[in-house]
């Protein structure tokens, strides 16, 4: 009986953690010729949201950022979810590991 | 993320397994994983932890060295094998030992209450007849700057030299992200000749593109009389 308890509570996690995950405002970043489009990503403050970046270039880039405790290679031609807040109001800058003079942007909590 | 979902009741079957097994013997005091792995990354590592006065050894200290060389091998998967070195106040250095281990992480970070990965060691020494498996889970929670770390880890040590038995072991570290240099942190560890407390201080230093150096360096005091007084522990990593 416990077991099955265990059980149904870990049920019950996961479809909490999809609902959640079901209302997790999504964004969308692109790397292009070694830059991020947008530079300036705008996200509700407190709110967790989720980052799909898209990289179109054919070289790996990595989205590096202390100010959002988030590192995360993008192999080249291919895509990655970034999860990120909730978060206060402010900037936080992000970059490109292997493109850092080029490849900069930062997020603006509001 | 695909495996996420599975990893919740692996989470809860290793759960359900700790209070079947004892704690770890010997000093547990090590390095505090992190469930992530940075994909392309190599790793190039040297860690040591110092006993001073460690109850059931004549000597006064006792030092244990490793040697690592990593690599992700995907997305998700980092290995690591090592050379464990050991040395004593009244005995000399000696490579006695070999170790692999696999960290896989389970969940994009941020992406559900807790981060989740496992890691996986396999020790085995040169000399004696001793072998030594651990699973461990990781589980990391961000807090603003705060980040809080569990290991909790299932030991298994067999072989002619060693009596075969399960144990169990947890480090838990909670850190504040002050600034890429500087990181405080303060450390627990527990096991069953283990109890023991202080803090640590981290930092990572960048070299140049995909170039870093990280660094780990702090003591902590035993809490009981069978740990040792004091431990001494640091950690250089060069990523590349």
């Keep these: 009986m416990k077991r099955a308890q265990q059980w149904a509570c870990a049920v019950l996690c996961g479809l909490a953690a999809a609902m959640v995950q079901a209302r997790t405002p999504v964004f969308e970043l692109e790397i292009r010729d070694h830059l991020f489009i947008p530079e300036e990503i705008v996200i509700p403050a407190n709110t967790k949201v989720k980052l799909v970046v898209i990289n179109h270039d054919v070289t790996p880039e990595e989205f590096e950022s202390y100010e959002l405790n988030r590192e995360k290679v993008i192999l080249g031609g291919s895509k990655a979810n970034i999860f990120i807040g909730p978060l206060a109001p402010g900037v936080y800058p992000f970059f490109g590991e292997f493109n850092p003079r080029t490849a900069q942007g930062r997020v603006v909590v509001e | ?240």
């Design chain 2, 1 to 240: 993320m695909r495996s996420g979902n599975s990893c919740r009741g692996l989470m809860l079957a290793v759960l359900t397994v700790f209070p079947a097994v004892t704690l770890a013997d010997g000093s547990v005091v090590d390095k505090v994983y992190h469930p992530y792995v940075e994909q392309l990354e190599w790793e190039l590592e040297w860690r040591a932890v110092q006993e001073h006065n460690p109850p059931g050894s004549a000597a006064q200290r006792q030092a244990t060295h490793r040697v690592g060389l990593g690599r992700a091998v995907s997305e998700f998967v980092f290995a690591e094998a090592y050379l464990v070195g050991r040395e004593g106040s009244d005995s000399g250095f000696t490579i006695d030992a070999w170790e692999l281990e696999a960290l896989w992480q389970l969940s994009e970070q941020g992406e559900y209450l807790l981060d989740y990965g496992l890691l996986f060691e396999l020790e085995k020494y040169r000399h004696e007849e001793i072998w030594e498996y651990s699973t461990t889970l990781l589980l990391e929670r961000e807090l603003g700057r705060f980040s809080a770390t569990a290991n909790l880890g299932v030991i298994y040590e067999w072989g002619d030299d060693i009596e075969d038995e399960f144990e169990t072991a947890a480090a838990l570290q909670a850190r504040y992200r002050h600034s890429p240099l500087l990181e405080p942190a303060l450390e627990l560890y527990l096991g069953e000749d283990t109890r023991a407390l202080g803090p640590m201080l981290l930092g990572m230093a960048r070299l140049g593109s995909r170039q870093a150096l990280r660094w780990e360096a702090g003591v902590v005091w035993g809490l009981d009389a069978t740990t040792a007084d004091y431990t001494l522990r640091a950690v250089l990593e060069y990523e590349f």
